[in-house]
Nanobody, 127 residues
C-alpha cells in the first residue's frame, strides 16, 4: 500500500506561482513512477505531469508544458509540481498518484496506470 498526501494548494493571481508537494509512504519510493492529475468543476480528471521511477524521464500535458515542472526528492519521499505563469484555466483540484510499481513501465498519461491516489489539493487562480 502507498499513502499519498498533497499540500501546497491555495489561491493565487494569474501569472503567479505555486508549488505542490506530495509526500509518499508505505512502499519504496524509488521503485514507482509518480503523476499529477487535475479535475476542474464539471470536467473529467486530466493528466498534468509524470516522472519516472528513476527521475530521469518527465512527461507533461501540452497545456502546461513550459510552465510546470515535476520533480522528486528521494531523501524526502516527496514529489513536487512547480507551477509558474498560472492561468485561470489551471483552477482545479490537483491529485498526485503512484503507479503499481515496482519499476513498472506504462502509459503515464493514462489514469489506469496509477493504483494509488492522494486526496487532492485545491488550486484557484484568479484573473
Amino acid at each position: 500500500q502507498v499513502q499519498l498526501v498533497e499540500s501546497g494548494g491555495g489561491l493565487v493571481q494569474a501569472g503567479g506561482s505555486l508549488r505542490l508537494s506530495c509526500a509518499a509512504s508505505g512502499r519504496t519510493f524509488s521503485t514507482y513512477a509518480m503523476g499529477w492529475f487535475r479535475q476542474a468543476p464539471g470536467k473529467e480528471r486530466e493528466f498534468v505531469a509524470a516522472i519516472s521511477w528513476s527521475g530521469g524521464i518527465t512527461y507533461y500535458a501540452d497545456s502546461v508544458k513550459g510552465r510546470f515542472t515535476i520533480s522528486r526528492d528521494y531523501a524526502k519521499n516527496t514529489v513536487y509540481l512547480q507551477m509558474n505563469s498560472l492561468k485561470p484555466e489551471d483552477t482545479a483540484v490537483y491529485y498526485c498518484a503512484a503507479d503499481r510499481g515496482p519499476y513498472y513501465s506504462g502509459n503515464y498519461y493514462y489514469q489506469g496506470t496509477y493504483d494509488y491516489w492522494g486526496q487532492g489539493t485545491q488550486v484557484t487562480v484568479s484573473s
